[in-house]
């Protein structure tokens, strides 16, 4: 480990407190009060004559923040994972030996215990008047001296925890993050849906159109997939038995990065037996409502430059019709292969060849549609080709019962009444094959124990995978993914270059 000078300086201020016989890396260091709990403890504090209450005591511990020392005192503010609070050190108080080491072996980013009792400086802040004080972590590298030195984007993703130190913004986006998760959670169980969890391994590339990850199981001497979806497995569960279920749990998939796309993506995905899409949409709208009021977000949100509304009911568009009264494209043209390529070639889209029908749809609503839906809005009514798990219209088969949800020119979720017959998910998946073998790496693979199961009946069934990093992008106002993933997929430093300290 290669150390600057001034981490060198640290190390041997933490070599000579063990001579000192103090330990730098204590244990059985116990908090008793938040910095936050602190101050509402004693805000009477504030209010009284003298200021000040020796008769009372708390003890709190944080990183130190700041550290300002003067001839025989000394003013620093610990920091913990609720706020910050001052501390006033006086030699008198903790002794002249131990004032001593404190201000030639005590240092900002250290982490400290301190007891004593509140008074309030003549500045009017309430603060902690040190009569002990203890090290509890020895900090070996400095911290930025101002956040400016966390600037570089790649520095926050690859040293989360120094981002989260000296932001506190960033922690309070995972925090959200966590009281979502756990709403979602509480939602779905309160409604009577069963949380199961299926396997992350998988022997059939499955679930979703996507590359994905090969690994290698030794005992077995087989390849595996990591999970691009848990869907077969979940709709295999129906078959059983459980008529309503769902996963929060890790995708994975072998594709690009950007700012809506990570390798790896936490998604929840909940099926419900003897429903269909419009209950789930309803639900969906039902789900995102709770949302806000746990988070005491109003109903129009502010995401980037663009204000999303998101009052009840929204938006409903089929897919054809959010072509032409979206995206501008003639109505003429939708339905005419070689018209859509035309028109996309005159546009400037590069497309493969040999499309298909609905595939040359999708190319047309990702490229003109998709940006421009800015409110919530269901798209329903998918071309089936490209819905290789979703049930076929009964008015029309070459429409999928199925809906995607757009918020912010970004899809949130995806769901669809379910395919249940075995036969013809058998053809659809030998559609897929073909589309394999034609270069589509992210076409579906045969899964003939998904259509066995099938063929036990699964009783008519809606799905919804939802996506929980974009929905925190989108309820955080972040702009990208790495910012609400604590440890984003990274690319690796260039020659084993490490990052400045």
């Known amino acids: 480990m290669e150390l600057n000078e001034y981490e060198l300086q640290r190390v041997q201020k933490s070599k000579e407190l063990k001579e000192l016989g103090i ?68 030699r008198d108080a903790l002794g002249e030996e131990w004032f001593k080491n404190i201000k030639k072996y005590i240092e900002v980013g250290d982490i400290i215990k301190v007891c004593g009792f509140p008074f309030v400086t003549k500045t009017g802040e309430l603060t902690l008047h040190a009569k002990e004080l203890q090290l509890a972590s020895k900090a070996i590298t400095p911290l930025p001296e101002k956040f400016h030195g966390l600037s570089d984007k790649e520095l926050r993703y690859r040293q989360r925890y120094l981002d989260m130190i000296m932001n506190k913004e960033v922690a309070k986006v995972f925090k959200t993050r966590s009281i979502i998760i756990s709403t979602i959670r509480a939602f779905f169980e309160r409604k009577g849906f069963l949380e199961v969890e299926t396997p992350m391994m998988h022997p059939i590339a499955g679930g979703a159109n996507a590359k994905p990850f ?33 996963e929060i749990n890790r995708n994975f998939r072998n594709e690009g990065m950007d700012l809506t796309h990570n390798p790896e993506f936490t998604m929840i995905e909940f099926y419900w037996a003897y429903h269909n899409y419009k209950d789930l949409m309803a639900l ?32 409903k568009i089929t ?8 995206g501008k494209i003639p109505r003429e043209i939708i339905n005419d292969k070689e018209k859509i390529v035309t028109f996309l070639k005159d546009n400037g889209v590069k497309i493969k060849e040999g499309l298909d029908l609905g595939h040359l749809k999708a190319e047309l609503f990702d490229n ?38 757009f918020c912010a020119g970004k899809e949130i ?24 073998n034609a270069g589509d790496d992210e076409a579906h693979e045969m899964d003939e124990d998904y259509v066995k199961a099938l063929c036990y009946a ?20 972040q702009q990208s993914i790495r910012d609400v993933i604590l440890f984003p997929a990274m690319r690796p430093l260039e020659n084993n270059k490490k990052e400045d300290k």
């Open 413 to 436: 979720a995806n769901g669809f009444n379910e395919l249940n017959d075995p036969l013809d998910q058998y053809e659809r998946f030998k559609s897929q094959i073909d589309a394999k």
């Open 23 to 90: 330990n730098p890396y204590p244990h059985n260091i116990k908090k008793e009060l938040s910095t936050v709990e602190f101050l509402e403890k004693f805000d009477y504090v504030k209010e009284s004559e003298s200021k000040r209450d020796e008769e009372k005591s708390g003890c709190v511990a944080g990183r130190i923040k700041f550290l300002r020392l003067m001839g025989k005192a000394a003013f620093l503010k610990i920091e913990d994972d609720e706020g910050v609070l001052q501390v006033y050190i006086a």
């Open 368 to 405: 003109f549609v998709e940006d421009k839906l800015i409110n919530p809005t269901f798209v329903m009514d998918f071309p089936i080709s490209i819905s290789p798990l979703s049930r076929r219209s009964d008015e029309d088969p070459n429409i999928a019962e199925r809906f995607e949800l």
């Open 214 to 246: 090969v690994t290698y199981h030794n005992a077995l001497g087989v390849e595996r997939y990591l999970r691009i979806a848990p869907e077969l497995y979940l709709k295999r569960l129906i078959v059983g038995g459980f008529e309503a279920v769902f």
């Open 284 to 315: 969906t709208e039902e789900l995102f409502l709770e949302l806000l009021k746990k988070l005491n977000l109003p109903t129009k949100l502010k995401y980037a430059d663009m204000e999303i509304d998101f009052s009840a009911p929204f938006a």
């Open 319 to 326: 897919y054809d019709d959010s072509l032409v009264d979206i």
């Open 458 to 477: 699964m009783p008519p069934t809606a799905g919804e995978g939802i996506g929980i990093d974009r929905l925190t992008m989108l309820l955080t106002n």
